[in-house]
């Protein structure tokens, strides 16, 4: 297995057929040194991975804390049928898996791509 991580510095135009893409170039407005990410990016993720090796539990909880629209009620739609439903992000399961309540208590678990939000 191959794991790959990928991050669009300087980038200004992309396929029309990625959605949503975004670089830090566009986000922040200027380019960016390549070298200073890069080494930066290495600094953030050893340190994220000492403190996954530590305190796993308080690297969720910080995951948690910056996920969007996190302990909010949304209005999400099921890509698989288009159905719209309404729920709160309570979390994330083990297996990685988003965890939303509806507004009947019923809790429901999500694969990546399985939902998105709407307005």
Same mark, same amino acid.
């Given at each position: ?23 830090l170039?566009? !986000?922040l407005?200027?380019p960016?040194?390549l ?10 993720l050893?340190?994220?991975?000492r ?24 209005t ?21 898996r988003?965890?939303i309540? !509806? ?5 429901? !678990?999500?694969?990546?791509k ?6």
């Amino acid at each position: 297995s191959v794991i790959g991580l990928g991050l669009n510095v300087n980038e200004t135009s992309f396929p029309a057929t990625l959605p949503n893409p975004i670089s830090l170039r566009r !986000h922040l407005g200027d380019p960016l040194p390549l070298a200073e990410v890069r080494d930066l990016f290495f600094v953030r993720l050893e340190q994220r991975y000492r403190q996954l090796q530590a305190n796993p539990s308080q690297l969720a909880q910080d995951y948690l804390n910056r996920l969007y629209r996190y302990g909010e009620n949304a209005t999400f739609l099921r890509t698989a049928d288009g159905a719209r439903f309404t729920g709160r992000i309570e979390g994330i399961s083990a297996e990685g898996r988003l965890i939303i309540t !509806h507004p009947n208590g019923q809790a429901e !678990h999500f694969d990546l791509k399985a939902i998105q939000f709407t307005s």
